[in-house]
């Protein structure tokens, strides 16, 4: 009986592996960052990865109890490998619980602010979220509406996803445009 349980957590451990994998590639393609206005910074990344996880963690609210489980274990994923990037920056073992408060503030945070866009599905209100926590010292910043576009995209795929591919852990995002480098202006 106890072996069960522990090919249970392995085979939930390759899942969340997977999906978190998948997870962190879209939020760190390229497109993001050389048309998407995002800055290949490690702030930048936060967002980018907080994003992709919004939107997985809305995508997942539908899959019913054996869904939201694997979502949870993602988002402790999620946490874990911030506390891991904190402390590779070098940040102190006495600052990163600090620091670990104010990241998850500020994730919980764009959870709500997107999370009304997208139930709105104002694609406006959410370039202006995006602009705001993207780009918060800028006095002009970029426009934000093609990444607004493509959390919209996103999620309305996810949203064509069945209950069991959620509940799997097969949650797949598109990826956005990316031009070669000599197509940038």
């Known amino acids: 009986m106890i072996f069960g349980f522990f090919e249970r957590k392995n085979s939930n451990r390759r ?10 590639e879209v939020a760190r393609h390229p497109g993001f960052y050389r048309q998407g206005h995002v800055p290949d910074t490690v702030m930048g990344r936060f967002e980018m990865l907080s ?3 919004i939107l997985y963690l809305r995508a997942a609210r539908t899959s019913g ?5 694997l ?3 993602i ?6 490998d911030i506390d891991h990037s904190i402390r590779e920056l070098g940040v102190g073992d006495q600052s990163v619980p600090k620091r670990m408060k104010k990241l998850a503030g500020m994730f919980y945070g764009r959870l709500e602010s997107y999370g009304q866009a997208l139930d709105l599905e104002n694609k406006g209100g959410l370039a202006v979220a995006l602009k705001r ?6 006095h002009n910043p970029p426009d934000m509406e093609q990444l607004a576009a493509w959390a919209m995209a996103a999620e309305a795929a996810a949203g064509a996803m069945t209950h069991e591919m959620l509940a799997a852990g097969q949650i797949v995002f598109p990826l956005p445009e ?6 940038i202006t």
């Open 15 to 24: 899942i969340v592996d997977r999906q978190y994998r998948h997870l962190t």
């Open 51 to 53: 994003l992709v996880m």
């Open 65 to 69: 109890p054996q869904g939201e489980g």
């Open 71 to 73: 979502a949870q274990e």
């Open 75 to 80: 988002i402790d994923a999620f946490f874990q």
């Open 133 to 138: 926590n993207i780009h918060p010292e800028r």
């Open 178 to 183: 990316d031009k070669d480098d000599d197509e």
